[in-house]
């Protein structure tokens, strides 16, 4: 006998951005159910993610106002400064987050810590269920309700089926929805390092032919040592090489990428690798059906603004859903929807384009495109407006924002 569990909003996929929607919704009174293939244990596994991601402003007043930051604060290192160069020619955009305000871009934070505040904040909610160790397989939409498909037999049925299962959707299949992917060739290594001096909240860009290096400052470890993290972006040939390098070799290798600033360097822990694509699905919605997070839209890490692109459909889809629920109407009727891909299309689509760009015009050896990206440089650190207008974007504070995203909502 088929058992059948009901819902208002069904999730599937409960990562970074899948336990964010659930916990939004749950925050407006509405049933949710969260399923995922992997246990808890599993994503807060120090293996499983060695990525830290940066976390703009904007974000960390949704993860405030769905109550996880409280558990994320203490962790969590904030960017005060931030240094773009080209190569290793002289000179560099510097930003400095006080020349627009009092708060910071945004903090770095090990994605582990992020899963781990989502995870506190899941135990403590109370309208929402989580069916862990299951895969959603499919879903069949109907006039008034759709429902889901677990591989066990189990079905999960709601006025509304959300995908947040990642750049590789199954879902995004299951309902038939065309998207564009282009792969990179680039492989980002990841990890963290420990320095000898205080990074003071700095953060480094720096452009390589092969890719974008960057180092990210993170909390200092319980035992005083300070620590930043590291994507290292290589083209996909060369980075198994790099990843395999004894430790005193790699050592060596970074600290020549990073520069004098942090000291003696000293990587700790696991290297990571993630082969880099973009991904972007050309409609977000379908009868009953939106998808979120990297499931919708799949970008290069070169501006660290992936997960923050998730945050923004979180809060805009939690928006919309709850006022439709306040005025009694049906959450997964065709005009919430549309206003959701409206609203979410202009800026996922714009963001997607210009770390592509950015990406083609940093990371090559042109001698012209060389000459263009540091007269580019060089305009940005002599125009303040333009460099006010690169911050306050960094920090995720430009464009149509979500009520969740403004500063007028009060932490919880
Ligand atoms: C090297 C690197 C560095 C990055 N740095 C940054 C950064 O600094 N800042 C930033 O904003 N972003 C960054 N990103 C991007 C960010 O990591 C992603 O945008 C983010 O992880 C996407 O989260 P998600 O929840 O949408 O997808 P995922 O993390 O992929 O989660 C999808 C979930 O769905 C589950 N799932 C899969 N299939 C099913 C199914 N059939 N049924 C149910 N569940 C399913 C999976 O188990 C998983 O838990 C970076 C990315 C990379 C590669």
């Known amino acids: 006998m088929t058992v059948t569990h009901k819902y208002d909003v069904v999730i599937a996929g409960g990562g970074l951005v899948g336990n964010a929607v659930a916990l939004a919704l749950a925050g407006e009174n509405l049933r949710v159910a969260v399923v995922d293939p992997l246990a808890a244990t599993t994503q807060l596994d120090a293996a499983f993610d060695g990525r830290t991601s940066a976390i703009s402003l904007g974000s960390v007043r949704v993860l405030r106002a769905i109550g996880v930051w409280q558990f994320l604060a203490a962790e969590a290192s904030p960017i005060h400064d931030i240094r773009v160069c080209d190569g290793y020619a002289p000179g560099y955009v510097h930003y400095a987050a006080k020349e627009v305000g009092e708060e910071p871009f945004g903090y770095i934070l090990e994605n582990r810590m992020l899963r781990h505040g989502?995870?506190?904040?899941?135990?403590?909610?109370?309208?929402?269920?989580?069916?862990?160790?299951?895969?959603?397989?499919?879903?069949?939409?109907?006039?008034?309700?759709?429902?889901?498909?677990?591989?066990?037999?189990?079905?999960?049925?709601?006025?509304?089926?959300?995908?947040?299962?990642?750049?590789?959707?199954?879902?995004?299949?299951?309902?038939?929805?065309?998207?564009?992917?282009?792969?990179?060739?680039?492989?980002?290594?990841?990890?963290?390092?420990?320095?000898?001096?205080?990074?003071?909240?700095?953060?480094?860009?720096?452009?390589?032919?092969?890719?974008?290096?960057?180092?990210?400052?993170?909390?200092?470890?319980?035992?005083?040592?300070?620590?930043?993290?590291i994507v290292w972006?290589?083209?996909?040939?060369?980075?198994?090489?790099?990843?395999?390098?004894?430790?005193?070799?790699?050592?060596?290798?970074?600290?020549?990428?990073?520069?004098?600033?942090?000291?003696?360097?000293?990587?700790?822990?696991?290297?990571?690798?993630?082969?880099?694509?973009?991904?972007?699905?050309?409609?977000?919605?379908?009868?009953?059906?939106?998808?979120?997070?990297?499931?919708?839209?799949?970008?290069?890490?070169?501006?660290?603004?992936?997960?923050?692109?998730?945050?923004?459909?979180?809060?805009?889809l939690t928006e919309i859903l709850a006022g439709q629920h306040r005025q009694g109407g049906d959450l997964g009727a065709p005009e919430p929807l549309a206003h959701y891909e409206r609203w979410r299309k202009f800026d996922s689509v714009s963001m997607t384009a210009s770390t592509d760009l950015l990406n083609r015009l940093f990371s090559n050896r042109s001698p012209g495109?060389?000459?263009?990206?540091?007269?580019?440089?060089?305009?940005?650190?002599?125009?303040?407006?333009?460099?006010?207008?690169?911050?306050?974007?960094?920090?995720?504070?430009?464009?149509?924002l979500p009520k969740m995203m403004r500063s007028e909502v009060l932490p919880k």
């Not at 263009?372 to 974007?393: A, D, I, T, Y």
């Open 118 to 229: 989502l995870y506190e904040a899941l135990a403590r909610a109370t309208n929402i269920t989580r069916y862990s160790l299951r895969s959603v397989t499919g879903y069949v939409a109907e006039p008034d309700s759709v429902t889901a498909t677990l591989e066990n037999g189990e079905t999960l049925t709601g006025q509304l089926l959300v995908a947040a299962d990642g750049r590789l959707s199954r879902l995004r299949d299951a309902a038939g929805m065309d998207y564009r992917v282009i792969s990179y060739d680039q492989t980002a290594i990841v990890c963290a390092v420990t320095h000898a001096n205080p990074h003071h909240g700095l953060a480094l860009e720096r452009f390589l032919p092969p890719g974008p290096f960057a180092v990210l400052p993170l909390a200092d470890s319980a035992d005083g040592q300070h620590r930043s993290g």
């Open 233 to 316: 972006t290589e083209h996909d040939r060369d980075a198994p090489i790099f990843l395999a390098l004894p430790e005193e070799e790699f050592n060596a290798e970074l600290m020549r990428r990073m520069g004098a600033y942090w000291g003696e360097t000293r990587v700790i822990g696991k290297r990571f690798s993630y082969p880099l694509t973009l991904m972007h699905a050309t409609r977000f919605t379908a009868p009953r059906f939106a998808l979120v997070g990297d499931a919708a839209h799949g970008i290069h890490p070169i501006a660290g603004q992936g997960v923050n692109l998730g945050y923004r459909d979180v809060a805009a």
């Open 369 to 400: 495109l060389t000459f263009l990206r540091r007269s580019g440089l060089k305009m940005v650190e002599q125009m303040p407006p333009l460099k006010h207008f690169f911050m306050r974007h960094a920090m995720g504070l430009i464009g149509d």
